[in-house]
């Protein structure tokens, strides 16, 4: 890309991307993004970007439609300001979770984001584990889909010296825990759970030996907790020595926190994909994404292999 690189953000995680900029030894696009006194989202670009390589920091994270909204005005200023190409960097994708229909007359809410967010003018997406890897398929426009995987194994590897076993808190993680375990070494136990709605959880039985060994359970998010803590009393309950858990999306909705610091869990591997609640001290251990975006952005500037980052 010929154009000249420049970032800007919303107020979504305003602190990640202030790292990336630092990490790019860039400084972040002037830009005010805030509120009419109607409620409204204001946004206005304060800088020329016309002709530049552009790339929009912002996880669409609580409050959601707040933080959408801004993304998209911020794309729509953009592209109305001639810039040459929009990168929305979206490190916590919101509505994933509806990525297809459970029931009847339920809306698909990810492809409709997916829809908004490329008319809005994006040129590009990306994003770091989506919740469900075939939204990457709602896009008509180019998707780098990032994995955290790595380098959550990397810090647990430095962590824990001892052998572990990974969890999969459900059949659908399996794929995530077996790379996972690749990397670190040990064993993999898979849980099998149900959800007899969007926010329950009900645990149901497990596969593999936990006795005496340090646990270690991997999952994309965490937000009300109730999935990881039916899964840690079960893994106690089997003998496991102590219980850890490593995640990429730390969304700790309610009193997520609270719950898990009375739980069995020894303590939380999370990223700053979403900003950290002020209560998320204790067990809660942060891993900075932010040289693997600016990474994956300046790749994408100079139009070098993405998918060599985890090759």
């Known amino acids: 890309m010929d154009g000249r690189l420049q970032l800007f953000t919303g107020n979504a995680n305003r602190s ?9 030894e860039v400084q972040l696009g002037d830009a005010l993004v805030g509120e009419f006194k109607n409620g409204e989202t204001r946004v206005k670009l304060d800088q020329n970007v016309r002709g530049s390589d552009v790339f929009v ?11 959408l909204m801004e993304l998209l005005l911020m794309i729509d200023a953009l592209r109305r300001a001639s810039a040459a190409r929009i990168t929305a960097v979206i490190p916590y994708y919101g509505y994933a979770k509806q990525e297809k229909k459970t029931t009847g007359r339920e809306p698909i809410s990810a492809k409709l984001v997916a829809n908004l967010i490329t008319t809005a003018g994006a040129n590009r997406v990306v994003a770091i584990d989506l919740h469900a890897p075939a939204i990457e398929g709602f896009f008509d426009i180019p998707v780098d889909h990032l994995r955290a995987t ?19 808190p459900d059949a659908g993680g ?113 891993i900075t994404v932010a040289p693997l975006l600016a990474e994956a952005i300046m790749r994408i500037h100079k139009g070098l292999s993405v998918s060599a980052l985890f090759s």
């Open 16 to 24: 990640l991307a202030s790292a990336i900029a630092g990490e790019l």
């Open 174 to 286: 399996v794929g995530r825990a077996q790379d996972f375990r690749v990397r670190v070494g040990g064993s993999l136990a898979i849980i099998a759970k149900q959800h007899p709605t969007p926010d329950a959880t009900e645990t149901l039985e497990m596969v593999g030996d936990v006795d005496g060994k340090v646990a270690v359970i991997v999952d994309d998010m965490i937000s009300t907790g109730g999935t990881l803590i039916q899964a840690a009393r079960m893994l106690s309950e089997r003998g496991a020595a102590r219980i850890h858990v490593a995640a990429t999306h730390g969304i700790f909705a309610a009193d997520a926190i609270e719950q898990l610091n009375a739980s069995p869990i020894d303590r939380v591997f999370v990223t700053d994909t979403l900003p950290l609640p002020p209560s998320g001290e204790g067990r809660v251990e942060i």
């Open 57 to 67: 920091i912002q996880p669409t994270c609580h409050p959601v439609n707040q933080h």
């Open 150 to 168: 790595p380098m959550l194994a990397r810090h647990v590897r430095r962590e824990l010296a001892d052998a572990v076993v990974v969890v999969s």
